[in-house]
């Protein structure tokens, strides 16, 4: 991504980063490794991996595309002074709740 911006020559505007996949998100938090298991750990009980769900047919990935929709779809950040403006914590994380399909996402850099 700050490669997209640095490409970009923008200097104040935002970035869009989309994961373009219905069982996917994008997510803006810390990068702490016992908050990422919290966030699995209460997705899980919130919406269990099993067979209780109605697309369950032919494929077992209902709970993904609800894990996503609790997450966060995408998100749009600012850029300051030709950088990605991220808060002192902050990190832009891609989340895969699938895995059962190759993937993209979308960075579009819009600004001046």
């Not at 750990?41 to 369950?56: A, G, I, S």
């Not at 850029?79 to 991220?86: A, E, N, P, S």
Request: charged share 30%; net charge negative; aromatic share 8%.
């Amino acid at each position: 991504m700050e490669e997209a911006i640095r490409r970009s020559e923008i200097k104040e505007g935002l970035v869009l980063i989309n994961p373009m996949h219905i069982t996917a998100a994008v997510i803006v938090n810390d990068d702490e490794e016992g908050l990422k298991r919290d966030f699995i750990r209460v997705l899980q009980k919130l919406v269990p991996y099993d067979d209780r769900y109605e697309h369950n047919v032919g494929e077992d990935n209902a709970a993904a595309h609800i894990w996503r929709q609790f997450m966060a779809h995408q998100v749009i950040m600012p850029i300051t002074k030709g950088r990605l403006d991220l808060g002192p914590w902050e990190q832009i994380f891609y989340c895969e709740f699938d895995g059962q399909r190759n993937k993209r996402v979308l960075v579009k850099v819009i600004g001046e």
